[in-house]
């Protein structure tokens, strides 16, 4: 890739966000390889409690450095969101499974495009790329929210994703570990947020080098992760799917039974009535949020072309 036909416009800020622990063998290749691609980024790598040298290897790289204490990616990117300031953030793994040649088929669509967040949606190039469980992990996860929020993605949980200022400004975090790439993805779809994939290559993590993720015990926290924001984005499916069961919950033991002990089937059918009252209720509120949030976004919008037409008459 020529480098001469993806020099970044001077007035833009692009800044690199990389979340570090023990990445001493892969992290000065990852910041020299994006340097290469894209000229004059911002470095910055957000260690969360390293105990090797990945630290002093980000100094000796002239990378800005921002410690996370609380532990998990979740903390992590929630830093991210709420310390740099820029145009165009790129968030990428520092463990070089990505490919830094490929940045600007990730940038152009926010750049040109208006999107406002691009996945390198992963494609891997070995068969070490993916833990087998990883993967059968990922597809269940994906499988699950293509269903529910009735999207298409193909790569739920890929770290390599290129966000605009709107986007970083906008999407609330709460999650505190690797749930936080659902929970990106999710709150794009339920705000309205454009989201493009980029087919990308995912290569192997390097000798000595290890995966922070676990498989069962994060892939637990990610689907329940995927039910909390169902219950608070989509009330209404979540509370009916709920009253449904609990109501067939009554009625089946009921038509099975000959006893006519109609105690339990009473009680269930008045819970599912109560379950689905709330659906009914928080779902309004959740418009009315939603419309409030639309409104919001969309004068901050109107405000900052008049802030950037303002710097331009102070410096004329």
């Known amino acids: 890739m020529n480098v001469l036909n993806h020099l970044p416009n001077p007035s833009q800020r692009i800044a690199l966000l990389l979340p570090c622990l023990n990445e001493e063998l892969t992290l000065a290749k990852v910041i020299r390889d994006f340097r290469k691609y894209v000229p004059g980024i911002e470095v910055y790598v957000f260690d969360n409690g390293s105990t090797d040298r990945s630290a002093e290897i980000a100094r000796e790289q002239k990378a800005q450095i921002i410690p996370v204490p609380q532990r998990g990616k979740g903390n992590v990117v929630r830093k991210m969101f709420e310390t740099v300031e820029a145009d165009i953030y790129i968030m990428v793994d520092s463990d070089d499974t990505y490919d830094a040649s490929r940045v600007w088929e990730l940038i152009n669509p926010v750049l040109d495009d208006g999107i406002d967040m691009v996945v390198g949606s992963r494609v891997a190039d070995s068969q070490g790329a993916y833990r087998k469980f990883h993967r059968l992990g990922n597809n269940l996860i994906m499988t699950l929210i293509n269903t529910l ?51 990308l290559p995912y290569g192997s993590r390097p ?110």
């Not at 009735?150 to 400004?169: A, E, H, L, P, Q």
């Open 149 to 199: 929020f009735s999207s298409c993605f193909t790569d739920i949980c890929s770290g390599y994703r290129v966000m605009s200022k709107n986007f970083v400004r906008n999407i609330p975090l709460l999650r505190d570990g690797f749930e936080v790439e659902t929970e990106l993805t999710v709150y794009s779809l339920i705000n309205g947020f454009s989201v493009k994939e980029v087919p």
């Open 207 to 316: 000798e000595n080098s290890f995966s922070k993720l676990r498989t069962f015990s994060d892939g637990y926290k990610v689907l329940l992760t995927i039910v909390w924001l169902l219950r608070d984005t989509r009330p209404l499916l979540f509370f009916s799917l709920l009253s449904s069961l609990l109501f067939l919950g009554g009625v089946i033991p009921l038509r099975l039974s000959n006893s006519g002990n109609l105690f339990l089937p009473l009680v269930l059918s008045f819970l599912s009535i109560a379950i689905f009252s709330t659906g009914l209720v928080l779902n309004t509120i959740n418009v009315k949020f939603s419309e409030v949030q639309v409104l919001a976004r969309r004068r901050n919008a109107s405000r900052e072309p008049n802030q950037i037409q303002n710097t331009f008459q102070k410096a004329a």
